[in-house]
């Protein structure tokens, strides 16, 4: 086992450097997309690590690259986090420098949100077989992920494997209760007529809101009832996401927990009922739509539902039956499985406005359910009224 550093020292020492030319700055299209067919088999998985400065992010990319683990992943570090910035000037111009380590993977660090680095990544393609993104402590990783979709050359390319947040076992409480003005989360424009009121929703909930899985760390600085709280802490605003209990950033392994999420597998098998609709947390929560198996025509039918909750954050009207339910709410995550007469399945995933409908491996069995689940703020106290409207759109006539 590699020593562990803390996350205010850099990465560690790097060998057989190679330079890269960075691409032209991207112009990102700001208009969402969805896609429904491209293969996530043909690209490259990108898992984003997120996380307050001092949960343990550099720690824990640390470990990947100086342990034997036999997988090749091209790590891109946060140089706002660390010390010792790899991105270099070379004819005045910047270039994204690609450093191999001992262990077969390749890292860099970068000062903005990477898709420069994973651009210039790319050309080294076949080397590596994942690539992990770390952003800064206060990122809103729901401001990062979107942009693997928006813009089609790196879309074709790679595909968000998912989402994983180090949280601080310590200080999360103190960071959800009472965030500092910087720690506390705009998640509208400036100028936006439509400020919601309500609890003070800080970047500890976007970070855990969005995340596929929580790395827990520090636990061994907490008691055991302090420990069982913070959990029911996190479970209250997003109850879909694994969580891995650690100190010092310890994992037993990295196939799924920062490789390999396989985040749809996770929430095939979640028992919706059982765990119930929880309210502890009153800025962010989670609910789930659960219905039987759909026809296959019916999936323009889903398409047009997630626009209208997404895009435009309204339930929408259905010609005889009651009004909607909740009317100022915001999405943050949306992920479900859709299981389809004719044996197939669909899976979709949703980050913020931007989502996608994509084709799934079959379940072996035959059998399932569809599930969607919505991780956001203002959802109301009962999935009732949203199943009840996803139901009644989907039994709509053309």
């Not at 491209?38 to 001092?54: E, N």
């Not at 919601?196 to 800080?202: F, R």
Request: with cysteine; charged share 25%; net charge negative.
């Amino acid at each position: 086992m590699a020593d562990f550093i803390d996350d205010e020292d850099g990465p560690p020492e790097l060998i057989d450097a190679s330079a890269l030319p960075d691409s032209e700055k991207l112009d990102v299209s700001k208009t969402p997309s969805t896609t429904l067919d491209t293969p996530a088999q043909d690209r490259v998985p990108i898992t984003l690590v997120t996380g307050y400065l001092g949960a343990g992010k550099t720690t824990l990319l640390n470990y990947i690259l100086s342990e034997k683990h036999g997988k090749k992943i091209a790590v891109i570090m946060n140089a706002t986090d660390i010390e010792k910035p790899l991105t270099v000037n070379q004819d005045g111009k910047e270039v994204t420098e690609w450093m191999e380590v001992g262990n077969g993977c390749i890292c860099c660090s970068v000062k903005d949100s990477g898709v420069m680095a994973i651009e210039s990544l790319m050309e080294r393609r076949g080397t590596f077989d994942y690539i992990l993104l770390e952003t800064t402590g206060l990122a809103d990783p729901g401001n990062i992920a979107p942009v693997f979709w928006v813009d089609d050359n790196l879309g074709s390319s790679i595909y968000l494997d998912g989402i994983v947040t180090l949280v601080d076992a310590k200080n999360i409480l103190r960071l959800l209760d009472e965030p500092t003005p910087e720690e506390t989360a705009s998640t509208h424009a400036e100028g936006d007529q439509h400020a919601h009121e309500g609890p003070v929703l800080s970047m500890a909930h976007m970070q855990i809101s969005h995340a596929d899985v929580i790395i827990l760390n520090k636990a061994d600085l907490v008691t055991a009832a302090e420990l069982e709280r913070v959990r029911d802490r996190i479970l209250a605003i997003n109850n879909v996401a694994k969580i891995h209990v650690t100190d010092h950033s310890r994992t037993p392994q990295i196939e799924g927990v920062v490789l390999d999420l396989h985040a749809y597998d996770h929430l095939d098998s979640l028992d919706f009922g059982a765990k119930g609709h929880s309210h502890i947390d009153p800025a962010i929560s989670t609910i789930a739509i659960v219905t039987p198996p759909i026809s296959p025509e019916k999936i323009p039918w889903i398409d047009t539902w997630l626009q209208s909750v997404l895009w435009e954050s309204k339930i929408p009207t259905v010609q005889g039956t009651p009004t909607p339910g909740p009317e100022d709410f915001e999405i943050h995550r949306l992920k479900g499985i859709l299981v389809l007469q004719d044996g197939s399945c669909r899976i979709i995933q949703a980050v913020r406005d931007v989502f996608e409908i994509r084709d799934s491996e079959p379940r072996q069995d035959g059998s399932g359910e569809c599930k969607i689940v919505l991780i956001g703020r203002g959802l109301g106290q009962d999935a009732r009224p949203w199943q009840a409207n996803f139901e009644a759109y989907l039994a709509m006539e053309e």
